[in-house]
């Protein structure tokens, strides 16, 4: 199978708890994945072996502006506008992210893949996989509706409004997003998790949520003198049927 993995050009959003380990894995396993990037995160992805496709832009704001200065006499209607406008800026952006998805999906149609896998905020990828008409899997964040309150109800239809227009340009329906409720990447096929279920203990899981644990560690080689493994003898003793 032939993979495009696709993150933000930060170390932290290689991870999400186990991303880049997948991906190693899935390498290891005979399958083909290239990982798409920007080239911030080359060497990270280079040194497991994987092959990398630089990108560009890739979506996400980086770096991100100065810490927003509001007027002591602005109302707090605007001031509340003016930060949803920077939080979607982060990641959604009508302008980067269109630039995004050009590059990206040039990339995926010289390499041909048959999944995209991509993590929460690279809006890029779930719009591309619409457009290569291949499955996408988001990893990393649990599949859920978000509802929309008092509180998300401008950036919501902020965010709703933005992506409309980068849809609407690329002739994409948005398969790989919530159709209701404020905007997100939601796969109909696969969301990977590797944190415990406990951590989102808020949210009610979609069935396409799968936990997968992370990666999992051999057992410590202790020497037979050493406290430690003194220790461990005794809790096994104690955990005996007496």
Not at 69 to 95: F, G, I, N, S
């Amino acid at each position: 199978m032939r993979i495009l993995a696709a993150s933000a050009q930060l170390p932290g959003h290689l991870d999400w708890g186990g991303y880049l380990d997948t991906a190693v894995e899935l390498a290891r396993r005979g399958h083909q994945v290239w990982w798409a990037s920007g080239d911030a995160v080359r060497s990270p992805i280079e040194r497991t072996g994987l092959a990398f496709h630089q990108l560009t832009e890739t979506g996400w704001r980086w770096p991100p502006p100065p810490p927003l200065t509001m007027p002591p006499d602005m109302d707090a209607e605007t001031q509340q506008r003016l930060r949803a406008e920077r939080a979607l800026d982060q990641w959604l952006d009508v302008d980067r992210v269109s630039r995004a998805v050009t590059e990206l999906l040039a990339a995926g149609q010289a390499f041909q893949p048959d999944l995209v896998l991509g993590e929460n905020f690279m809006s890029a990828a779930a719009i591309v996989a619409e457009r290569l008409d291949v499955p996408f899997a988001v990893v990393g964040w649990p599949a859920y509706q978000a509802e929309i309150s008092d509180a998300t109800v401008v950036i919501s239809e902020m965010a709703r409004g933005r992506l409309d227009a980068i849809l609407q340009k690329f002739g994409a329906s948005g398969t790989n997003w919530t159709t209701s409720g404020p905007p997100a990447l939601l796969s109909p096929h696969l969301h990977l998790t590797f944190w415990c279920p406990r951590w989102y203990s808020s949210l009610s899981f979609l069935p396409q949520t799968v936990h997968v644990g992370g990666r999992a560690k051999a057992p410590p080689q202790l020497d037979a003198q050493d406290p430690s493994a003194q220790l461990l003898n005794l809790e096994a003793i104690a955990d005996l049927p007496w």
